[in-house]
C-alpha cells in the first residue's frame, strides 16, 4: 500500500498481508482508527466487500471464500446444512444463501452480503462436529460429514429429504466417511431412527 506511511497505516498493511479478509473489529483492536480505514478505503488500497468486512484491493478470490466471509460476520456460528454438504463435495446444488448454524440465543446478524440463512441448534447438537478449515487465511469452523448428515436427517423441515439422502449416498461412494463414523455420529445427533433404514439400504451387499 504505498499510501499508508505512518504507523496505523503498516499496521492495516500488515494484517491484511497475512491474511485475505479482516473484519473492522481486528482493525480497531489492533489500534487502527476508522480514520485511517476510511482514507484506505478512499485511496483504493482497500475495499469494503461487505458490512464490517475488509480486504485488500486486487486480492484473489479464495475458493470458498463466501463462507469465510460468513464466518466473520457471524462469529459464534458454524457452516451448517446444505453449504456444509456443498464443502465437502456431496452436492452439486449450490445454495444462494449460506446456511449457519447458531445457538438458542445468539445474535443473529442483520441481512447482507453474503445472504445468509440462519438456523438454531440447542447446545447439545451446535458443537458436536465442528471442524476447522483455512479459507482465505482464517480458521472457518464447518460441521464434518458425519455431523451434516445427522443434521440434514434430523431436520426434514428445513431440507428435503432427497438432498440428505443423495449426500449420505455421495458420502459413502466418495469415502468421505465411514459407515461406522456416520452411524456414531448420527446416533450422537438424534438422527439414528431417521437414517438408519438408508444407510443399510446403501451399504448391504445384496
Do not use: C
Not at 53 to 79: D, T
Request: aromatic residues 6%; without cysteine.
Amino acid at each position: 500500500m504505498p499510501r499508508a506511511s505512518n504507523s496505523q497505516g503498516i499496521q492495516l498493511r500488515n494484517l491484511l498481508d497475512s491474511r485475505s479478509l479482516v473484519r473492522a473489529q481486528e482493525l480497531r483492536d489492533a489500534g487502527i482508527s476508522p480514520q485511517t480505514i476510511a482514507r484506505a478505503v478512499e485511496a483504493g488500497d482497500i475495499e469494503r466487500i461487505s458490512r464490517g468486512v475488509y480486504q485488500k484491493r486486487g486480492s484473489e478470490i479464495a475458493e470458498n471464500q463466501s463462507l469465510a466471509e460468513a464466518a466473520i460476520r457471524v462469529p459464534k456460528g458454524v457452516i451448517a446444512l446444505v453449504s456444509a454438504l456443498a464443502f465437502h463435495g456431496l452436492t452439486d446444488q449450490m445454495p444462494r444463501r449460506i446456511w449457519m448454524a447458531i445457538g438458542t440465543s445468539d445474535w443473529a446478524p442483520v441481512q447482507s452480503y453474503p445472504p445468509l440463512r440462519i438456523v438454531r441448534f440447542t447446545e447439545r447438537y451446535l458443537r458436536q462436529g465442528v471442524e476447522s478449515h483455512a479459507i482465505a487465511g482464517r480458521e472457518v469452523p464447518i460441521y464434518s460429514v458425519p455431523k451434516t448428515l445427522a443434521d440434514l436427517f434430523r431436520n426434514p423441515r428445513l431440507v428435503d429429504r432427497s438432498v440428505a439422502v443423495e449426500g449420505l449416498r455421495a458420502a459413502l461412494e466418495q469415502r468421505k466417511a465411514t459407515p461406522g463414523a456416520i452411524a456414531q455420529g448420527a446416533k450422537a445427533n438424534g438422527a439414528w431412527k431417521i437414517m438408519q433404514p438408508y444407510l443399510e439400504a446403501l451399504t448391504s451387499n445384496g
